[in-house]
Nanobody
Framework: QVQLVESGGGLVQAGDSLRLSCAVV????????MGWFRQAPGKDREFVVA????????YYADSVKGRFTISRDNAKNTVYLQMNSLKPEDTAVYYC?????????????????WGQGTQVQVTV
């Protein structure tokens, strides 16, 4: 069984940066394509970014392009989400997700495993 454990959320001001981490426990991390999604209060969970297991393919939501960066460290079994120039509209619970294929995906149903989420709150 694969377990995903997120960390790094918090309360920041607009313009600040945060780095989220997602550690993968239980299976070979390099086998998994990883994604980040987020869910704001009263809204559906939405796609943020995905990186294929090879690292060769990444997809970003338009709303975060140029501000957020996904990276992965296979030696540490961890995927990161560097978030810069944060805006109040980035406030949400952020979830990492994994799927056992090379193909990066932007839809929730494509992912097999999910973390418990980490809260990010951005104030004006």
């Amino acid at each position: 069984q694969v377990q995903l454990v997120e960390s790094g959320g918090g309360l920041v001001q607009a313009g600040d940066s945060l780095r989220l981490s997602c550690a993968v426990v239980g299976r070979t991390f390099s086998s998994y394509t990883m994604g980040w999604f987020r869910q704001a209060p009263g809204k559906d969970r939405e796609f943020v970014v995905a990186m294929s297991r090879s690292g060769l393919t990444t997809y970003y939501a338009d709303s975060v392009k140029g501000r957020f960066t996904i990276s992965r460290d296979n030696a540490k079994n961890t995927v990161y989400l560097q978030m810069n120039s944060l805006k109040p509209e980035d406030t949400a619970v952020y979830y990492c997700a994994a799927r056992n294929t090379e193909l990066a995906a932007t839809i929730r149903s494509a992912y097999d495993y999910w973390g418990q989420g980490t809260q990010v709150q951005v104030t004006v």
